[in-house]
């Protein structure tokens, strides 16, 4: 009974004396600014005038600025000192930037209690502690050193160059049908291949002041014309650097070219580019751009005060199988190509890809690697040779496919496939060794017998397979171009 009693006292007693939970008077405001509304908050100025909501809202937008889009994470640190009717807490504020980065820093929030209810003080120097009234946060990015692509020998076969952007603008035009024969005429003088039938439009469409761009010249060759260009009405030009391969014509199709960011690119980006940024386009400088672009040096500014740095990180570097002269060599042999041609060179002992060259009427497509190209039984097994595997190259190609009538492959299946025969095995050629494209497909069985491609020149020379393709040729066609070739091979 005693026990009881006793029991019930300490119970009632610990009821009685319990504190009860401390007011806060920040909860509601850092909840607010972490989603941009402060309904229901009560706000001052810094000056002690009441402020609504919505006006709220509008100087929280005003302050932020570039970052108002992407709300920060707000965490009060520590408790509120509160001394009668006023109040003061410090804020850890953290907003995520571009490319992942993370700008953390604390600010001071103050409140007084009115009218028996706590009023929260908002002015831009709650949203960070440097900024003045009526200064506006912007963010400023500027591009790292873009990355190289290396050859075998680690040779850049793409690096920056000066370049020269070449356009016009409307209101320095006196005679579009004047300006266009004249731009054809020295285009063509440098052999560029520059459509300007849609130029009139184009102007029309443009603004006055606008640049309507025509092409994007490598410094030394505006060299060639720029007397031209700098005669002709209307023509304006602009400097600039890009990322492009040894010369205008080097493994286009396979390295790819880069340049100003589209709006399709930018949208699909995530946030990750923005208007103005150069970018891969084509190739593997898209496969691999953001190793290549690296991370811009990002800046925070109010005005021209600098409240925040984050340095650059430069571009990666991708390594290559690919030799300067064998590709030169295999550009050469097809220069003279009038129809779609591709050729493609594999080392036999290592299945290194060596050289991946496309004719000049190819337009940028990587014929070497994506054309299907359909052949009667090979002599061996197709499937064995590679026709269908899961290659991880680290390019865009066709693997090929086994068909009741044959085979389908690409220019590079075949050579690889001439590299299974002389070696015996098949193994997946090798392209791109850094960064990794993972670990490449298994072995496949022994491969006997000789090699038959009617239609194609597929041979074997020395540590070198090769395949030459010319869209609707056979080899008659063909066989003067694999000669050619091995005749480099030897020289």
């Not at 302050?63 to 108002?68: C, V």
């Not at 009115?114 to 003080?121: F, N, P, Q, S």
């Not at 098949?426 to 006997?448: D, N």
Request: hydrophobic fraction near 45%; charge should be neutral.
């Amino acid at each position: 009974m005693r026990r009881a009693l006793v029991a019930a006292l300490l119970l009632a007693t610990a009821g009685c004396t319990g504190d009860p939970p401390a007011e806060d008077p920040f909860a509601a405001f850092v909840a607010g600014w972490q989603r941009a509304d402060f309904t229901g908050v009560e706000l001052r100025t810094p000056a002690g005038q009441p402020l609504p909501a919505d006006a709220a809202r509008r100087l929280l937008a005003d302050t932020e600025g570039d970052l108002a889009a992407r709300r920060p994470v707000v965490a009060r640190h520590g408790a509120a000192t509160v001394r009668k009717n006023d109040a003061k807490a410090t804020a850890g504020v953290d907003w995520t930037l571009p490319d992942g980065r993370h700008w953390a820093y604390e600010t001071t929030l103050e409140a007084r209690r009115i009218d028996g209810r706590w009023a929260v003080y908002l002015g831009p120097a709650v949203v960070h502690p440097d900024l003045p009234d009526g200064a506006r946060m912007t963010l400023r990015a500027t591009p790292a050193t873009r990355g190289l692509v290396l050859a075998a020998d680690g040779t850049p076969i793409v690096s920056e160059v000066p370049v020269v952007y070449v356009g016009v603008e409307p209101r320095l035009v006196r005679d579009v049908d004047a300006l266009v024969q004249r731009l054809d005429v020295v285009f063509r003088s440098v052999r560029v291949p520059v459509d300007v039938s849609a130029l009139p439009a184009r102007i029309r469409a443009a603004k006055p002041d606008a640049f309507v761009d025509l092409v994007t010249l490598r410094k030394r060759d505006y060299a060639e014309i720029e007397r031209d260009l700098a005669a002709t009405d209307g023509v304006t030009t602009r400097a600039g650097t890009l990322s492009l391969p040894l010369t205008r014509t080097f493994g286009r199709a396979l390295l790819g070219t880069s340049g100003p960011a589209t709006k399709e690119l930018i949208d699909a980006s995530g946030g990750t580019l923005r208007p103005g940024d150069v970018t891969g386009l084509t190739g593997l400088q898209r496969r691999y751009d953001t190793a290549l672009r690296g991370t811009p040096r990002l800046e925070v500014l109010a005005k021209e005060q600098v409240l925040y740095t984050a340095p650059a990180v430069d571009g990666a570097k991708v390594r290559t199988t690919v030799e300067v002269r064998t590709q030169q060599a295999a550009e050469t042999a097809l220069a003279a190509t009038a129809s779609r041609s591709a050729l493609v060179a594999v080392r036999v002992g290592d299945g290194a890809v060596l050289a991946a060259a496309n004719g000049p009427d190819a337009a940028g497509y990587n014929l070497a690697f994506l054309a299907e190209v359909p052949s009667p039984p090979l002599g061996v097994d197709g499937a064995a040779a590679g026709f269908g595997a899961q290659w991880r190259l680290g390019a865009d190609m066709f693997t090929g496919r086994v068909t009741p009538s044959g085979v389908v492959g690409s220019p590079l299946v075949y050579a690889a496939a001439a590299a299974a025969v002389a070696r015996g095995r098949w193994r997946q050629p090798v392209l791109v060794i850094e960064p990794s494209p993972g670990p490449p497909a298994v072995e496949g069985p022994a491969v006997t017998g000789p090699l038959t491609v009617p239609g194609m020149s597929v041979r074997v020379q020395g540590d070198v397979a090769f395949c030459v393709y010319v869209e609707g040729a056979g080899q008659d066609v063909t066989g003067p171009i694999a000669d050619a070739f091995a005749r480099s091979l030897t020289g």
